[in-house]
Structure formats: structure tokens, C-alpha cells
């Protein structure tokens, strides 16, 4: 898998999904539009500072909640690349990678990393390097299985390229 790169926007425990995309847009399909409301009763002005490859970092429980799928669309569909937490919630953990999202758990890097630390991660290794601080850490590396639907973009074009074969 290939390395990411991005700057941290960094946020505390328990963001749930409807601060991610708040309900009142639980009725929107399009991942643009759901981008432009991503983290907005959070972070006003997110998807205005927000460039492609950036990566949320966060704290224990994020994506608690609701099991919508919206939350991890907006967030990837925002430019996000990537979220480090402490910790996930499972159902969001899940549709994260069925999404193409790829979520990774490091309490260590969380307890470090600041807002606007340069950020590279190694998603095959599951390696996260603080070019900011001259840091890195070690988070689990996902399954083989796993990086293969994260790099097909999630689960729906994983299953159609392997039954296209």
C-alpha cells in the first residue's frame, strides 16, 4: 500500500457521527455534498482548512453513534486520507473500511500528534511518522485482506473487481 501524507487536524473523545455529518443531512447521497457539512457543529470552518491527504486525529470512541455510513463517506469525501484514533467505534471502524477509509488505532501518536504536525503513514506497515517532530510510531497494521478493499477504494469495488475476474 502506498504511504500518506497530510497535515493533522487533531479532535478529542467521542466524536460521535452526528457531529461528523450532523442528521439533518441524513437524507444526502452525494459525497460532495455531504463533504461540505463534514465535522460542521465541530469544526466550522474544517472543510474550508482541510486539503487533500490530511488526516483526523482523535481520541478514545470516535465515530460512536448512529451506524450511518454517511460519516466515514463525508470524512473521505472531504480529503481526508486517513484517521488515527486512541480507539473506534466498532460499527464505524467497519464502515470506515468498507468505504475505503482507512482508520488506524495508535493512543500513543493521538497523545502526541498536534494540530498542523505533518503526518506520513504507511498503511501496509502501519507505521505513522511526525515529520513535524521527528517521531514515529507503531500502530496494528490491517490484514492483507483489509489493505486489499481499502486499496480498491472500499468494499463495493473490492467485490466488483474480484468478481469481475
Not at 142 to 148: A, D, K, S, T, V
Request: glycine share 10%; net charge negative.
Amino acid at each position: 500500500m502506498s504511504e500518506l501524507r497530510g497535515r493533522a487536524h487533531v479532535y478529542g473523545d467521542n466524536v460521535d457521527t452526528d457531529v461528523i455529518i450532523p442528521a439533518r443531512y441524513l437524507t444526502v447521497w452525494d459525497p460532495a455534498e455531504l463533504a461540505a457539512h463534514c465535522l460542521e457543529d465541530l469544526d466550522p470552518v474544517f472543510v474550508k482548512k482541510v486539503r487533500p491527504g490530511d488526516m483526523i486525529v482523535a481520541g478514545e470512541n470516535f465515530g460512536s453513534g448512529s451506524s450511518r455510513e454517511h460519516a466515514p463517506i463525508a470524512i473521505k469525501a472531504a480529503g481526508v486520507s486517513c484517521v488515527i484514533a486512541k480507539s473506534f467505534a466498532r460499527i464505524f471502524f467497519r464502515n470506515a473500511i468498507n468505504v475505503g477509509l482507512p482508520a488506524l488505532v495508535c493512543p500513543q501518536a493521538v497523545g502526541e500528534i498536534k494540530r498542523g504536525d505533518e503526518l506520513a503513514v504507511d498503511l501496509g506497515a502501519g507505521r505513522i511518522e511526525n515529520l513535524t517532530q521527528g517521531k514515529g510510531y507503531q500502530a496494528e497494521p490491517f490484514p492483507e485482506f483489509l489493505q486489499h478493499i481499502i486499496a480498491a477504494g472500499g468494499l463495493v469495488p473490492y467485490t466488483q473487481k474480484r468478481l469481475a475476474l
